[in-house]
């Protein structure tokens, strides 16, 4: 990439051992990126900024804000073409952006998502078609949920894409507000892919390009994310069948 084109959103919840690694990876990727890290919450782990090689700042909040208001507030500093959401728990085994960016711009689309690959090399299910109440019920029951969508057929249209690693059009995700920030967490990217597909952006998944997903799956065990992923889920379904 030539010239700054990439603005990258991280958001840190007492995260930054993680962030320091996604950094590392992020110095090795081609420049034109500018990286906004939003420490959510104070941590303990410093940010090793000494190995970001790319424009960068830093967001500090006074008190936690949900994932789609800090990734807003980061976009709300972006002066490039393109925007990517990535979360901290994320690995580039090589730099993503060129050939994302190409994917977009050719499809001529408002998002597009990489191959996330587990930590053992299984396909996660991070490319999917709406959620309904009957498929929520399916996947409550359910363990090892398979991919929605064949990763053998090239760049394909979806519903929507998981928001561990988004990267968008600015004029796109601009052209909608960005995320709900109702959704404090969960659901905020199902709303937003809908959201934009509504208004004829394309929602690519891009199964040529691989990251890595590190995944905590913290909804599963803490009875508080539980809730909130709970009430999210209840937000969508009311907002999508009213």
């Known amino acids: 990439m030539s010239g700054q084109r990439v603005t990258v959103s991280v958001v840190s919840h007492a995260q930054n051992a993680l962030v320091n690694q996604l950094l590392e990876d992020l110095a090795r990727c081609a420049p034109g990126l500018k990286v906004i890290i939003t420490e959510n919450v104070p941590d303990g782990e410093p940010l090793r900024l000494s190995q970001v090689s790319h424009e960068f700042e830093i967001i500090r909040n006074s008190h936690a804000k949900g994932f789609g208001a800090n990734h807003n507030a980061a976009f709300a500093r972006c002066r490039t073409e393109l925007f990517c959401v990535a979360n901290p728990d994320i690995r580039l085994p090589a730099d993503p952006f060129g ?68 990267l968008f059009a600015t004029e796109a995700y601009r052209a909608v507000g960005g995320f709900d920030e109702r959704y404090f967490l969960y659901y905020e990217d199902v709303d937003l892919c809908r959201r934009l597909r509504s208004r004829g952006y394309g929602i690519v998944y891009e199964p040529a390009v691989p990251v890595v997903h590190d995944a905590r799956r913290a909804s599963r065990k803490d009875p508080r994310l539980m809730r909130i992923h709970a009430a999210s889920a209840l937000r969508y379904l009311l907002s999508r069948y009213p």
């Not at 191959?115 to 999917?128: I, M, N």
């Open 99 to 166: 050939p994302l960016a190409a994917t977009l711009s050719a499809r001529r689309s408002g998002a597009v998502a990489p191959l996330v690959l587990s930590e053992q090399g299984s396909v996660e299910d991070s490319a999917r078609r709406y959620p309904t109440l009957a498929s929520l019920v399916r996947k409550a029951f359910t363990k090892g949920a398979k991919p929605d969508y064949a990763i053998d057929q090239g760049a394909i249209e979806v519903d929507w894409v998981a928001g561990m690693f988004m």
